[in-house]
């Protein structure tokens, strides 16, 4: 189960202003937001808060719609890239299956996989989970990944 701070899911910057007047280090993070000035920001599409929320919001329906994100499913790491954090999710049925792949850097990185590190066959159809359209990968399989962008890659059930 994900666990998100209510300030992450809003896309809070650190409130130094609170260490100073609270006089602890952890009020970085606990500013105490005003109802009616979140909903505000949540109104303006082109707010960070609005921007964050939004991107969250649709990862978590895309996960809670993905039973390879299971809390029981089966993860193997996969080294890829030293810039890409890669974890193949399996559901625990085994049915479904996801390659999640994490630019960890400011740096555009490019991942080559080859069909066998994730027990797929030539020509399965794979989905693009956040995009939500189809991809058919050749072998190898080149992927690019913007500065610390995300990507989950919807994977047929394996041999």
């Known amino acids: 189960m994900p666990g998100i701070y209510f300030h992450s899911l809003f896309g809070s910057r650190g409130w130094p202003e609170g260490v100073k007047e609270l006089g602890y280090p952890r009020a970085i993070n606990r500013q105490k937001l005003r109802r009616v000035d979140l909903e ?84 399965e159809a794979w989905r693009d989970l956040l995009a939500d359209r189809p991809l058919v990968p050749a072998d190898p399989f080149t992927l690019s990944l913007a500065p610390y962008q995300t990507r989950w890659l919807g994977l047929p059930s394996g041999r």
């Open 40 to 123: 505000r920001e949540l109104a303006d599409p082109a707010s960070r808060r609005a921007r964050v929320f939004r991107q969250l919001a649709h990862l978590l329906r895309v996960r809670a719609g993905q039973e390879a994100f299971h809390p029981f499913g089966r993860q193997r790491i996969l080294f890829l890239d030293s810039g890409v954090f890669a974890v193949l999710r399996t559901a625990p049925d085994g049915r479904q299956r996801a390659l999640c792949l994490h630019n960890v850097t400011p740096r555009e990185r490019t991942v080559r996989l080859s069909l066998s590190q994730v027990d797929a066959a030539s020509g």
